[in-house]
């Protein structure tokens, strides 16, 4: 409850801010910006704690509200002139009339990624990322893990196939080898120890939502992200002044593409890096007010603490900063692009101290010349220091050749009227484009393989025509963008976004929806893009070149509405399974299950996790003599005699089957669906420890049930007792003590029987009443499986302690632990 007042009051302090802000804009618009903006402020506050290895979900919570309330101070003494008249605070537009197109678009849209893809497990990035969430909500907060039980294991043949088992069964579970370059990874606890791949900044959102609502619904925030991405894209066509139909058929078209739909449905960061670059568009579109071009780098500084592909993104920044000072001579762009490339050089120390392993690995597209993991620090500081002295001084030449006459507009109006600008900005457009189709000539026989062209994806997921037309149309009235620094914007962001990035970045997709997920980030930029560049053409163009992409992507949309990609266990099964899992079980799973539970029955449970080894035939029973209790969870159907079955269910295994796909572009039409058993049993043959909760069934000569205990009612009361040939210690736990001064006694002797053989006796006297009793037992009174354990004690009246209670009561038994003696 007070984490759940924590974020209300953290996401009410920051929609105030924007709201405030935002003032001379509609409400709606603050509210969603204030929205947005909590979620950067939670990426902040969690890349800060994971960075000093303090993070908890409580405390990115409160740090996300510490960083709005800090906000909002600052928003209001900015705002000030007459801070304590609310009238004079919000002056904002409350019409909902001119949001209607993205209100109705939403309500269109949202049942499309309403319905969430189920758990993945390890082996995969989402799975990973859900993974991590789930520790994180259990407790599991430390930047490198151990896996405890490694360190219970006695010989080196279980060692070194444990180790194995971590090695084939945690894939993204990072082990670097010893010769890696780790800067903070302590290979002293064990060969075990690892870091979770990827920067966990997304898993703590998946953590803090899965806190608020449950953990299958940890995904949930990612429909909020959707919403909010529709918004924007009309936002910014409307602060690119373009027509109603143009703004209407922009959010349709962003909000209808099939990879944004799939994006949105499954637990990868792409939805949210799918708000930094519109984010950043919106601030640079937004002439309301100058100050709100510096707001700009607020997008860029989160995808420092969000993403480590941010390094083949800071050239566009630095780019679009660099042009917007020449074009407008103002000292914020100066300031900006310095500023942007230490940002990114923090943000890879940062990226490196909390996951270095993944962060250098990355890096491996630059890794030419030499360059490699053992120097890329170097080459990143060296490039990073470089990149800004030359931002610096190109600032300097610039202001040093700026007249005192300057004028922005003029110089805006004679850089359209400049036929070798005009010229360049149609190459820009014209070249990478006959690079790419050149290339694809040379590299694929076929259409099957050259659509999966990256620029064709981009086209097919922002209205199949709608972008290639209007590519056509930007290189035909290119002054178009030239007349507008908020258009040149857009059209560098297209530029380097989706043709630099379609040509030597990402040139094709494996298959999709996986590997189109890499699309996601751009495909808004596509969007505005395009319509931008049709916005001449009015709806007679814009409304059937949109309606074709809507009605071609409607079967795939459609299919993925219905159902789930990329799942391999329903969130119901796992919550299933760890309610019958004791934290002092130990849990045996099936290599079939292994990447998906065990470090979920682990984090959730806290037992002791292994994997099942088949070609150890004693694994079980060794495992049974340390700990006690096996939970076993396996596809196959243990026989009676040595198991009960405590759960079985059938789990559905989703995935991409990249077979029935379409023709035009390769989006799947269909999933590989394959339905699995999963089944609990616990290992009844040897068990060391029963207690009266767990193993009522195997009592007799006891009354009912009492929460965690029950009393023997016979002088000779018996349990059930799954052995192998061993001498032992027993020690007996009692739910409570005896009420010996009402019985008028000052001792009670309790003596056990081991198949009809006499162990020894113990008495319950005041110093020790309600204390465990120990007793030792030889393996010569042990048969190998079934034996059976007799408890005697004399009986007393209950009503000495309570009148109304007429039965004869023994002894209150809570559990009987066999532990082997040493």
Known sequence: MLFTAVCFIGVVFSVLSAVIWFKKKNIIEGTVMGVVMWFFAHIFASMGLFVIDKYTIYRAGCGALAISAAVMLLVLFLRRSKPFRWRHIFKNDFSIKEMLVPIIVCILAVPFVSQKNDYFGMG????VYQTQAILFMNGDTKRQKDISEYHDLETDQEREQFRKDVQDHLRGYDVPDENYPDTVYDRSISPVSGIIHGIPTYSALLAMWGTLFGMSSMQGFETLLFICLIFIVYFICRNLKLKPVACACGCAAAAFAPVIIWAAKASLTEMLLTLLPVTFLYFMTDDDDPKHKWLSVIPIAVFGCYHVSIYTMIPMFVLIYGGMYVFTRERQYAVLMPVTILGYLASYFMMRQIQPFYTMNNYSPVFVGGIGVNNITVVVCALSAGAAVAAVLFAVIVKKHTKKDFSGIKFSRDAAASKGFILLMRLLVILPCAYIIARAFMKYSSW?????????????????????LGMVFAVIYAKYFAE????????IMFFYCILVYSSFLRYDIQYYYYYSRYLTPFIPVAVIFSVAALDRAGGKVLIPVTALGLMYVEKFDRYLMLNKDDSRMEWSIIEDITDFVDESDCVVISPTYASRLWLPVKSMTGAKVMVEDAEDAEQIDRLTARYGRVIMITEKNLDEADHTALYSNKLHHIEDDMVNTGKILPFARSFWVTEEDIRVFSYDKYRFMYTAAGDYAKMSGVSQLESFFCWTD??????ECGLFPGD???????GCGLPLDKMG???????????????????ITPENNGKPLRFEVDSEQIEDGENILEIQSPLWSASVSNPADSRQLGIAIQSVRFSPAT
């Open 124 to 127: 995969q990035d989402q799975g």
């Open 745 to 763: 006694k000052d001792r009670v002797e309790v003596t056990l029987l081991m198949n009809g053989e006499k162990i020894g006796t113990q008495a």
């Open 728 to 734: 032992y210690d027993i020690t007996m736990e009692f």
């Open 484 to 491: 507008r620094k908020s258009r040149l914007v857009l059209f």
């Open 448 to 468: 099957n393989e050259a659509n999966h062209l990256a620029l064709w994806g981009f086209a097919g997921n922002a209205g199949l025509l709608l972008m290639p």
């Open 714 to 719: 016979s002088e000779k009361a018996q349990i």
